[in-house]
């Protein structure tokens, strides 16, 4: 980065800084008066917005860029009204800024109250989806927070009128325009800049592939909530309802295969191997699905391809999917533990002792028992749109909503206490 572009940053962050003390105390009235603005400029601009994007998505077919990639990237105006309508669902959500966290009186007589207050300036840094952009912001401006949003280059038209017509919005708002910032520039350089912005940034949340994670978790020294990589597995019960089992394999494999709670792999027990196999086969072949399978797998189907150790620590991200034929429940927990990524896993079975077993055993953020891994999500889960799925254990864990957001402080209050005094 030049000293050109790293001053310009600078007067980024400092701005960025600026508006999140502005912006903290604002009371819900107004946070949500701004988000009504955004929702409604999302829609007047909607012909701006998708022309916009449209260069982006030429520009990444040009570059051979993945069909389901550019579906992550594409926006187009039914998609443009989802987004405004994840803000304003935003809107009606409870403010998370001011609540008890917990509180009492001490022995002393002093008043003590943990509450919650926003982050300060939330930096994101993610791939590809331009809905990104509208959903970070908006969630961090609920929570109170200004978010300083750095998009792949491959979406850099779209972020960039897209924070255009927030700042425009937010501009006849109380909320400060300067409460939702683009990083300027589209080089590494720029991300760089970003995750040492030590006392400029409180926070980093990267959002992307494996190789974005890992290098922001490395390089930063502004702290980092991981979320994101999803080898997310189906575990096949020996009681299984095989109707079920295939049913849930195929909605998690295939009903969107882009997305970080996608189904990676399914685990067989033995013992439903031989009922489940080849209906579950044949249907992920008819949805277009490549099986990558171990040898027990492929005893079922020539149209398996031979699995790798790779296969195993795969997000495909794309119509692929491991398999491997395991003989015990504990044999799948050990297989997820060594090879998953802590999002997101399921069992299909009829047996509760195994489910509980699994539950239990099962290391992640979010463990689903007879039903798809597609629901780990924030909308799913009732918190609105989500700033991501954590798959770390400190501060947040699973879809982080509007609490996850916030940090908490304490507030004492006294009628002229003093150290050591007797009350």
């Known amino acids: 980065m030049s000293e050109q572009e790293r001053e310009e940053f600078a007067r980024v962050a400092r701005r960025a800084k600026d508006a999140a003390a502005l912006l903290a105390p604002l009371p819900r009235s107004a946070k949500d008066a701004a988000l009504h603005a955004i929702a409604d400029a999302l829609v007047a601009h ?4 998708v022309k916009a994007n449209g260069l982006d998505v030429a520009r990444a077919r040009e570059n051979g860029t993945s069909e389901y990639m550019i579906d992550r990237l594409g926006l187009s105006p039914e998609r443009v ?3 405004a309508d994840a803000v304003r669902q935003v809107a009606t959500l409870p403010d998370p800024v001011g609540e008890t966290v917990r509180g009492n009186v001490l022995p002393n007589g002093l008043d003590l109250r943990q509450i919650r207050v926003p982050l300060g300036v939330v930096g994101i840094i993610y791939e590809g989806r331009p809905n990104v952009t509208v959903d970070a912001a908006a969630l961090c401006l609920k929570s109170g927070n200004v978010a300083m949003l750095r998009g792949s280059s491959s979406a850099y038209e779209s972020n960039t009128v897209l924070v255009g017509v927030m700042q425009d919005a937010l501009a006849g708002t109380a909320v400060p325009a300067d409460a939702v910032q683009l990083v300027p520039g589209t080089s590494r350089e720029s991300v760089k800049h970003l995750m040492r912005a030590r006392g400029l940034v409180d926070v980093l949340i990267p959002r992307g592939g494996a190789s974005l994670i890992n290098s922001v978790v490395q390089e930063s020294t502004v702290p980092v909530i991981e979320t ?6 189906v575990y096949v019960d020996a009681a299984a309802d095989v109707a079920m089992a295939v049913d849930i394999l195929v909605n998690a494999k295939t009903q969107r295969p882009s997305v970080c709670n996608a189904a990676e792999t399914v685990l067989v027990h ?15 072949k008819a949805k277009g699905v490549t099986v990558h399978g171990d040898e027990r797998v492929r005893a079922f189907s020539a ?4 699995a790798t150790e790779d296969d195993w620590y795969a997000e495909y991200l794309s119509l692929d999917i491991a398999a491997r034929v395991v003989d015990t429940l504990e044999d799948a927990v050990a297989h997820i533990r060594r090879y998953g990524s802590g999002h997101t896993e399921a069992i299909v079975t009829t047996s509760q002792p195994a489910a509980k077993r699994f539950v239990a055993l099962v290391d992640s953020a979010a463990v689903m028992v007879n039903a798809s891994t597609r629901f780990t999500d924030g909308e799913e889960f009732g918190f609105g749109a989500e700033i991501g799925i954590s798959t770390q254990k400190l501060h947040a864990r699973g879809p982080m909503g509007l609490p996850e957001l916030t940090s908490t402080k304490y507030v004492v209050v006294g009628e002229g206490h003093l150290k050591g005094q007797v009350t």
Do not use: M
């Not at 994101?228 to 597995?233: E, H, L, Y």
């Not at 439903?272 to 992920?284: G, M, N, S």
């Open 228 to 233: 994101g990589v999803g080898n997310c597995s």
């Open 81 to 83: 009204a989802a987004i």
């Open 270 to 284: 033995a013992d439903a191997a031989e009922a489940f196999l080849p209906r579950a086969l044949e249907a992920l």
């Open 46 to 49: 909607t012909d701006e917005i």
């Open 303 to 306: 149209d398996v391809v031979e």
